[in-house]
């Protein structure tokens, strides 16, 4: 097997990317510890969090929205490479591992992801977000439920909203009927825009008992 990006002989082949490419690939500046925007403040947390803070605690990505990863998510959702994943879901561990070495974040109790909308599942056939958090479950050596938030009927076409009104609506489309008191959930999406959708989601988990939401994504951007 060859990596993804360059070609070359792998010796480890389920690693997907070569060691040279991980070092080559765009690296995030500083970015708040909360939101995991770029920031240039010399406290952790951004302005933004200061002011309106997202209902979860860490937000942890590989990099921005930018090549080669673009590319390769892409390629994930909609050309069914379903065998990149395995190596993106490295990346995201790595991103996350880092960190939890330098003290910064706790293993989580339980790993979920971010649910794809029925209809979507049925065109695609797979949601990557479960792709990609399935390896990371294993890696920490912690339970996986793919299935522990699901989807509720939109209210509303999201399209006829406007910008608030769709992080508003969006409040209504998860369901969680477990009881999460006390514990740790890390939940695993592929990109991050507004964060809407983590924060709808990071509410509900929190209103189920979760005490700390730790979201893992390949890429964090403000589009
Ligand atoms: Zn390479
Ligand atoms: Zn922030």
């Not at 794809?116 to 049925?122: A, Q, V």
């Not at 959930?185 to 999406?189: A, P, R």
């Given at each position: 097997m060859r990596c993804f990006l360059c070609r070359l002989h792998l010796n480890l082949s389920y690693h997907g990317i070569c060691s040279n490419c991980i070092d080559l690939l765009p690296r995030l500046g500083?970015?708040?510890a909360k939101c995991g925007l770029p920031h240039s403040l010399?406290?952790?947390i951004c302005y933004r969090c200061?002011?309106?803070?997202?209902?979860?605690?860490?937000?942890?990505?590989?990099?921005?929205?930018?090549?080669?990863l673009k590319k390769m998510i892409h390629h994930l959702k909609f050309y069914q490479k379903i065998e990149l994943s395995y190596a993106l879901s490295r990346l995201m561990f790595l991103a996350w591992y880092r960190l939890y070495l330098q003290g910064e974040l706790s293993k989580p109790d339980?790993?979920?992801?971010?649910p794809?909308?029925?209809?979507?599942?049925?065109l695609r056939g797979y949601n990557q977000a479960e792709l990609l958090a399935k390896p990371i479950a294993h890696w920490?050596?912690?339970?996986?439920?793919?299935?522990?938030?699901y989807r509720k009927q939109r209210k509303q076409d999201q399209k006829s909203l406007s910008r608030i009104g769709r992080a508003k609506n969006v409040v209504t489309l998860f369901g969680c009927d477990s009881d999460l008191t006390g514990r740790s959930?890390?939940?695993?999406?592929d990109i991050v825009t507004t964060g809407s959708t983590c924060n709808a989601i990071s509410e509900r988990l929190k209103d189920q008992g979760a005490r700390e939401v730790q979201i893992l994504t390949l890429c964090r951007t403000f589009l």
């Open positions: 500083k970015v708040c010399t406290s952790e200061l002011e309106n803070s997202s209902s979860w605690d860490r937000l942890i990505s590989v990099t921005d929205y930018v090549e080669p339980c790993i979920t992801c971010v794809l909308h029925h209809h979507r599942y049925w920490l050596n912690r339970p996986f439920y793919p299935y522990l938030l959930i890390l939940v695993v999406d």
